[in-house]
Nanobody, 122 residues
Framework: QVQLVESGGGLVQVGGSLRLSCVAS????????RGWFRQAPGKDREFVAT????????YYADSVKGRFTISRDNAKNTVYLQMNSLKPEDTAVYYC???????????????WGQGTQVTVSL
């Protein structure tokens, strides 16, 4: 089992920045890839970014490419999502996920956090 706890969400104005964190505990070695997903009200959960164990392989959704950066600190069992140039359409609950390999679909991840709310206001 892997437990994931997200933090760092909040209310920010358009163009602002936030950094989300996801701390993992438990049997993290078996699910070493990490992903960030988001879900807006009335919409499906969608892929945002993913990173492998070593951090040398990352992938992003087109909608966030160039604005968001995923990174990790394995010594702290923590994955980050730096979000810059935020837009109203980035408003959603952001979820951290753990899986065996980097992937862009919710079904590829085995463990999920409870989510953290990000709201971007005009």
């Amino acid at each position: 089992q892997v437990q994931l706890v997200e933090s760092g969400g909040g209310l920010v104005q358009v163009g602002g920045s936030l950094r989300l964190s996801c701390v993992a505990s438990g049997r993290t070695f078996s699910s070493s890839a990490r992903g960030w997903f988001r879900q807006a009200p009335g919409k499906d959960r969608e892929f945002v970014a993913t990173i492998n164990w070593s951090g040398d392989s990352t992938y992003y959704a087109d909608s966030v490419k160039g604005r968001f950066t995923i990174s990790r600190d394995n010594a702290k069992n923590t994955v980050y999502l730096q979000m810059n140039s935020l837009k109203p359409e980035d408003t959603a609950v952001y979820y951290c996920a753990a899986g065996a390999e980097v992937a862009g679909h919710v079904d590829e991840y085995d463990y999920w956090g409870q989510g953290t709310q990000v709201t971007v206001s005009l």
